[in-house]
């Protein structure tokens, strides 16, 4: 069966400090990835998709970046942190080519900026 | 665009109560359509879905969906509400062949004793 995973489950960081949050599907192969961001009292916001091992498509312009280095990994990370990032983050991954874009998520990752 | 409207925010019924959540979307084709559930501080658990066929479909923990394309509707339906089903609720909707699910903005229920 499939499990995505998230770390850390909880990270709280300075304003201006550097962010490198990791997410990994098992038991599946070339998945579609997302990344979310979910802000308190706000739905969910997609922020990154990849269909491939270095593909990255940007949902909305801001100081995150992603990256797939592999297959089953999907980074999302900020070279400098502002307050507005704080918020909880979720991965998810799809089927390729499945059509329907079914999306499975992560447990999240709380962020808080200080 | 895709568009998924969740009209009520907040919703509060008493354990043992028949519960409706909302959810229209806007798509011109046949979308398929989804319900999760987010406990907080957990990731989202799918519900159930609707791709085709039988327009009412059944989920897990003991909820159902029905779709009505005459009112561009997915509504969230369970007989009798237990105290564990107190989460936030979100509808989404894909088009064929896109990447991206559209989600609504949740609707948080609330469950009284």
């Known amino acids: 069966s499939q499990t995505i995973h998230q770390w850390p489950a909880t990270l709280v960081q300075p304003v201006g400090s550097p962010l490198s949050l990791e997410c990994t599907v098992e038991g599946t192969s070339n998945p579609n990835l997302y990344w979310y961001r979910q802000a308190a009292g706000r739905g969910l916001q997609l922020l990154f998709y990849s269909v491939g091992i270095g593909q990255i498509s940007s949902e909305v312009p801001q100081n995150l970046s992603a990256s797939r280095p592999q297959d089953r990994q999907f980074i999302l990370s900020s070279k400098k942190l502002l307050l507005s990032d704080s918020g909880f983050y979720l991965c998810?991954?799809?089927?390729?080519?499945?059509?329907?874009?079914?999306?499975?998520f992560g447990p999240g990752t709380r962020l808080t900026v200080l | 665009a895709q568009s998924v409207t969740q009209p009520d925010i907040h919703i509060t019924v008493s354990e043992g109560a028949s519960l409706e959540l909302r959810c229209n979307y806007s798509?011109?084709?046949?979308?398929?359509l989804f319900w999760y559930v987010q406990s907080p501080g957990q990731g989202l658990q799918l519900l159930l879905k609707?791709?085709?066929?039988?327009?009412l479909v059944q989920g897990i923990k003991g909820f159902e969906a029905e779709f009505k394309r005459s009112q561009s509707s997915f509504n969230l339906r369970k007989p009798s509400v237990h105290w564990s089903d107190a989460a936030e609720y979100f509808c989404?909707?894909?088009?064929?062949?896109?990447?991206?699910?559209?989600f609504g903005k949740g609707t948080k229920l609330s469950v009284i004793p």
């Open positions: 798509y011109g084709a046949t979308p398929y």
């Open positions: 609707y791709f085709s066929g039988d327009t």
């Open positions: 998810a991954w799809s089927v390729l080519g499945s059509g329907s874009n079914e999306q499975f």
């Open positions: 989404a909707n894909s088009g064929a062949g896109s990447y991206q699910l559209t």
